[in-house]
């Protein structure tokens, strides 16, 4: 799909379909089709394809090809089946125009159009418009962050303060996998933020003149200086999802290690029971108790003591 926007009226518009894109200062291209990259490409604009953009060499990712310069990231989003994944977005950037090529959807894709125009950097220039866009993509990681933050928050609840009863049946196991999920949140947000600060790095060396004399370098270092915030609050929650993760598999040892005492003790309460009947139920001839009219009330009197005086023993110990 083909998406071209035009500055007119202080915001991003939609060039009808068939319109000149000579006219447009954005083109987006969503899992284009052969004719749409033609159309693209006869603007002198070389549209890499999928398999280009995965490569990881940075000659790869971040490049200058005729008047434009190629910058490759992997962003989160939703693939054609809806499912979260994480894909290689490239812009190619000009003074002419900025183009995206990408093949999955990037929320911030979906909401800066609608917010460009509202924003302080403006959209009537490509350059505006790509630090406009990458501000937002730097907002929505933010967002992913603070989502981690909230889940590791609920999880470090359900891990120290259980409720009055103890933990519930698969608590634990719920835990742990809430704590696999938001390991894989920040991990995607790792990656993002380090091919970000490698582009806007590559943009600052290369295009820094440029974008200085247009009033926009500072902008370029404070979303700069955003990344290695949000690099760091990524370390502060990984350590953190660290802690939680040990956590949790020691309350789950030490839930298995109460079951498998209370077995333990119930096996030992039972062992002088046992013995007095095993030593009842040897079939020798000469027993001197086995005449006796009190011999049956005195055996079961001298099991039910035992364990009654090994239980007294355990608890004076402090093992129940």
């Not at 953009?53 to 200058?64: C, D, P, Q």
């Not at 790509?130 to 501000?135: M, S």
């Amino acid at each position: 799909m083909l998406t071209a926007y035009h500055f007119a009226n202080k915001r991003l518009e939609i060039l009808p379909e068939g319109a000149p894109l000579d006219h447009a200062e954005w083109i987006d291209l969503l899992r284009a089709t052969p004719e749409e990259e033609a159309a693209v490409r006869a603007l002198g604009v070389d549209v890499p394809t999928l398999a280009d953009m995965e490569e990881i060499e940075i000659s790869n990712r971040l490049y200058h090809e005729e008047d434009m310069d190629y910058l490759t990231v992997v962003l989160p989003g939703q693939d054609a089946a809806g499912e979260q994944v994480m894909s290689p977005v490239c812009f190619a950037v000009a003074q002419a125009r900025l183009v995206t090529v990408r093949h999955h959807s990037p929320r911030p894709f979906e909401t800066y159009p609608s917010r460009a125009g509202k924003s302080s950097l403006g959209c009537s220039t490509p350059d505006r418009i790509f630090l406009g866009l990458i501000e937002e993509v730097i907002g929505r990681l933010a967002d992913h962050l603070e989502i981690a933050g909230v889940g590791l928050d609920k999880v470090s609840r359900q891990t120290y303060h259980p409720g009055p009863k103890g933990y519930k049946q698969g608590d634990l196991e719920n835990a742990l996998s809430n704590l696999g999920a938001e390991g894989e949140r920040l991990g995607r947000v790792r990656l993002s933020l380090l091919t970000l600060g490698r582009a806007l790095n590559y943009v600052d060396q290369l295009l820094g003149h440029r974008l200085s004399s247009e009033g926009l370098g500072l902008v370029l270092k404070g979303e700069l200086r955003d990344i290695e915030a949000l690099e760091v609050h990524a370390d502060f929650l990984s350590s953190r999802l660290g802690l939680m993760s040990d956590a949790t598999m020691g309350r789950i040892n030490l839930a298995q290690n109460t079951t498998v005492r209370i077995v333990s003790v119930v096996a030992v309460l039972f062992s002088p029971p046992t013995l007095i009947a095993s030593i009842y139920g040897m079939n020798f001839v000469h027993m001197p108790e086995l005449p006796l009219v009190l011999g049956y009330p005195l055996a079961l009197l001298g099991m039910v003591g035992s364990a009654v005086l090994t239980y007294a023993v355990f608890r004076w110990k402090g093992w129940l």
